[in-house]
Structures are given as structure tokens and as C-alpha cells.
């Protein structure tokens, strides 16, 4: 059976992508997510070689800490990914796919970090 295969882009079109596999949404509530997003920030993680990049001329990259860097679209200000700097995997935000995915959220994680303005996402576990 081929894997599905989700077409993911920023809100301008600058940067796009195709993610090649079947996986779960992760929501994290960690405070640099918050900053970060402007909220919760909904990803599904992925090995770096499920990404496949189309276009990534506005593409920036951000050092939000000692170990990861986080990138967005410079010219409309879409979340795009989340890389650790392992290489061991790779974040890509939710918003960029779909809208129709077929995809649920399996886990809530930085729980104890969560504002308390929102209650936790639903999670169905795999
Ligand atoms: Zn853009
Ligand atoms: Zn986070």
C-alpha cells in the first residue's frame, strides 16, 4: 500500500511541501510554543526525509533555543517547522496541511505549561 501523502503551504504560496507518510498530530502547550504560534501549536512529527520541499524562497529560519530552530514564511508569517538540531526528526505544523486530512490528534504534551484560558484538546490515543 503507498503512504498518503499531505501537500502542505504557507498562507502566500512562498513555501511549499509534500509530507510523504501516516502519522498522529501532537499538540504542544510549552511556553515557546505559546509565543511562538500565538497558541497551542498542533504538528505532526516526522522524520526529516518524509519532507519534501517544493518552494522555500521566504523560508527563515529562528534559533528559539540551544537545540531547535523554528522557521516561518517571511513574507505572510506562517508557521512552518519546528528542527531540532539532531536531525533526528522534524515538526511541521498543522495549519499548513489540509484542510481535509484524515488525521486526529493522539497526544497533548507541556501539559503543566498550558494557559488556562483553553481546555486540552481531545486525544485519541493509537
Ligand atoms: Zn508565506
Ligand atoms: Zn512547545
Redesign the pocket.
Known amino acids: 500500500m503507498s503512504q498518503p501523502v499531505y501537500k502542505g503551504r ?6 511549499q511541501f509534500e509530507v510523504q507518510g501516516g502519522f498522529g498530530v501532537v499538540v504542544c502547550h510549552c511556553q515557546d510554543c505559546q509565543k511562538l504560534h500565538g497558541n497551542a501549536f498542533a504538528m505532526i512529527v516526522i522524520a526529516p526525509e518524509q519532507l519534501v520541499m517544493q518552494a522555500e524562497q ?1 523560508l527563515t529560519r529562528y534559533r528559539s533555543s540551544d537545540k531547535v530552530q523554528r522557521s516561518f ?1 517571511n ?2 508569517g ?1 508557521r512552518l517547522f519546528k528542527e531540532p538540531d539532531d536531525g533526528q526528526k522534524l515538526m511541521v505544523s498543522m495549519g499548513l496541511l489540509g484542510p481535509e486530512t484524515g488525521l486526529q490528534i493522539r497526544k497533548n504534551v507541556w501539559v503543566e505549561s498550558k494557559p488556562d484560558w483553553y481546555p486540552l484538546f481531545e486525544a485519541v490515543p493509537e
Open positions: 504557507c498562507h502566500c504560496g512562498g513555501v521566504s514564511c513574507q505572510c506562517s
